[in-house]
């Protein structure tokens, strides 16, 4: 209770706001590339308490936002094989798909059930040993191990009716990706919290030696991100990058090994497409070999037509920090929270949907 007082300690905020102001003189572009820090950071007011100079852009930190429209259009077209009942958490239902959704889908009399984490989607199976249960894989590194697990509770089980879509991300590649894009200028980057917890500040080590952009993981109350953004306004005022760990009550430099070797027990890396970013290389994960039997991919025989991508939605851009919600055309004229034309405006770690309820 001492720590969480701490880092919500309003005196220790104003003495952090106040060594901002007075250190930051340069144009400065920070970006997280967490879904939780942008509701943080909206939550608590850290962009009314900034300098003008420093401007904070919400990248793509949100597992739904990312999902590629291929992807969720494969999700939609699952929910019409006979015999298979969807196995999702919530957020994904209202994503709009090409055409469709998985909430629209379920009106029409598909089997589509929210559960609450992927073992809830193994018992569904062990309990509906008639159907075919899919479970879309959606995440981070912070949720692949309990997908992972899911699987190996299945394999344990002899549970052959249940079924994984791997649509998983991994943070590291796109910070490539980010970089290498000519269009977005990043300074410097606030680094996911959860994330790290499993890969550890290691894992951005390749990244930043390359690059020799700042970095710096915090944790997501107010004093933690005031740290991480002094920390980063310091090393870009005297020029001198470094990857620093604002969050060490929780975070390490090798990160949770357990985790880390039952991902890599189910998983291998691949290539992966992403919403704004397009494919990037080794960013996703599929399910190894030894583990076929729960792939959705190889079960099932996945068509999924192309579609123009819808006229607007500017999602892709806003992900990728080149524009804001208020840029958009749709943005709370034909695209709110309770009818979302596109993912930043669905998931609550969506930056849109962020903007609609904290920018005034």
């Not at 007075?22 to 909206?42: A, D, N, Q, W, Y």
């Not at 939550?43 to 930190?61: A, D, K």
Request: charged share 25%; net charge negative.
């Amino acid at each position: 209770m001492k720590h969480q007082e701490e880092y919500r300690d309003p005196a220790i905020s104003k003495e952090l706001i106040k060594m901002i102001n007075e250190i930051s003189k340069k144009p400065v572009r920070l970006m997280e590339v967490c879904g939780t820090h942008t509701m943080s950071i909206f939550r608590h007011g850290i962009r009314s308490v900034l300098p003008e100079n420093i401007t904070l852009l919400s990248g793509p930190g949100c597992p739904v936002c990312v999902t590629s429209q291929r992807d969720i259009d494969a999700f939609i077209e699952l929910s019409k094989y006979p015999d298979t009942i969807i196995a999702t958490f919530g957020d994904l239902m209202r994503v709009p798909g090409s055409i469709s959704s998985l909430r629209q889908e379920h009106a029409k009399g598909r089997d589509i059930r929210m559960v609450y984490s992927p073992s809830d989607a193994v018992k569904l199976a062990y309990d509906n040993p008639d159907k075919k249960i899919i479970f879309p894989g959606v995440g981070f590194e912070t949720t692949i191990p309990t997908i992972a697990i899911s699987i190996l509770m299945a394999a344990q089980k002899n549970i052959d009716n249940f079924f994984v879509y791997s649509a998983h991300k991994l943070v590291p590649p796109a910070l490539e990706a980010l970089t290498a894009d000519n269009d977005t200028a990043i300074d410097g980057f606030i680094l996911p919290g959860h994330v790290s917890i499993i890969i550890g500040t290691d894992a951005y080590r390749p990244f930043f030696e390359k690059h020799r952009v700042p970095c710096a993981v915090t944790g997501f109350e107010p004093v933690d991100i005031l740290k991480g953004i002094l920390r980063l306004i310091e090393m870009i005022e005297q020029d001198e990058p470094s990857l620093e760990n604002e969050y060490k009550r929780a975070v390490t430099a090798d990160g949770n090994k357990k985790a880390l070797d039952i991902i890599d027990e189910v998983f291998q890396v691949v290539d992966t497409g992403w919403r704004g970013l397009g494919t990037i290389k080794n960013s996703g994960l599929e399910i190894k070999e030894k583990y076929k039997r729960y792939n959705a991919r190889a079960e099932f025989d996945i068509q999924v037509p192309e579609y123009e991508v819808k006229k607007g939605c500017i999602c892709g851009e806003i992900l990728t920090g080149n524009k804001i919600p208020p840029d958009c055309a749709l943005y709370k004229k034909v695209c709110t929270p309770v009818e979302p034309v596109g993912p930043c405006m669905v998931s609550t770690e969506g930056t849109c949907a962020a903007y609609f309820r904290f920018y005034k």
